[in-house]
């Protein structure tokens, strides 16, 4: 059984069949992506594992419970943590400032804005905070202001602040989507440290097959809301079926 079982799943919008009796298992400690061509329900299926939409049908187990039905901060708690499309980092904060964040809030259930000064002078919060910067590589770059960073490194700084709610779930919603390629990278180079040192499962739908196939260790290949293949990525190159309804040929 996988940590994320999703069984039977469909969701229509109106006319539209966005997914179509799909079923996945995510396997734990692995990086399973979710590729196919735009429209293809991946992000729908993606807002389905966050609570951000309830299917028709079909079931969603993580860990052996139901996440439907459950909020998307129940979903949090629960050990489910996502990366948006575009960085969802506070744009005037420093990196320590916003890293801080996160880790204060893990630590007391919520997050005030005025317990900004406050939490700088917290020990247990600034040595937390600190450590998971260091682990990231972002340690060097603790004052700047977060909106003068690089796309990669703004990246970075967004799962090093995922991370510090201690998921077993990563989820990924094409992280470089819009990077140039020194920062998509950088931002694969990330992934692979955390796959490697950290208890964590990634699922990551990705657009760039570059991406995809530097850290993926199994790919489902969705085409008009329903899984078409799943396999190892040396069995996904080739196949004659992705091929058809990926690239088009
Ligand atoms: P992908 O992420 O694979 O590009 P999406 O999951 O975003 O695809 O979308 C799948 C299909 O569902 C698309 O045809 C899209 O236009 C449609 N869709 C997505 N969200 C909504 C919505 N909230 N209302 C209506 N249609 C939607
Ligand atoms: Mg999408």
């Known amino acids: 059984m996988g940590i994320l079982e999703v069984k039977n799943v469909g969701k229509r919008f109106g006319g539209l069949q966005a997914l179509n009796d799909v079923n996945l298992s995510v396997a734990e400690n692995t990086c399973h992506a979710i590729i196919g061509p735009n429209g293809a329900g991946k992000s729908t299926l993606l807002n389905v594992f966050v609570g951000k939409l309830i299917p028709d049908t079909g079931s969603v187990m993580f860990d052996g419970q139901s996440v439907l039905g459950r909020k998307p901060f129940e979903i949090n708690q629960m050990g489910i943590s996502r990366v948006f499309q575009t960085p969802e980092i506070f744009s005037d904060l420093t990196v320590m400032e916003n890293m801080m964040i996160p880790v204060f ?19 247990d919060i600034v040595e937390k905070a600190e450590a998971m910067l260091e682990d990231m590589g972002l340690a060097d770059k603790r004052g700047m202001q977060a909106s003068s960073m690089s796309r990669g490194d703004k990246r970075r700084l ?13 989820l990924l919603d094409e992280p470089t989507a819009g990077m140039a390629r020194a920062d998509t990278n950088n931002t694969i180079d990330l992934l692979k440290q955390i796959k ?20 993926a260790d199994r790919i ?18 080739g196949h004659p079926k992705v091929r058809e309804a990926y690239l088009g040929e």
């Open 105 to 123: 809030a893990k630590r007391d259930g919520a997050f005030r804005m005025h317990a900004i000064e406050g939490m700088m002078s917290e020990k």
């Open 158 to 170: 967004e799962i090093a602040m995922c991370l510090s709610q201690e998921p077993r779930l990563l």
């Open 196 to 215: 490697e040192e950290r208890d964590i499962t990634i699922a990551i739908i990705e657009h760039d097959m570059h991406v995809v196939f530097s850290l």
């Open 220 to 237: 489902t290949v969705l085409a008009q809301g329903t899984p078409l293949v799943e396999d190892h990525p040396e069995n996904i190159k």
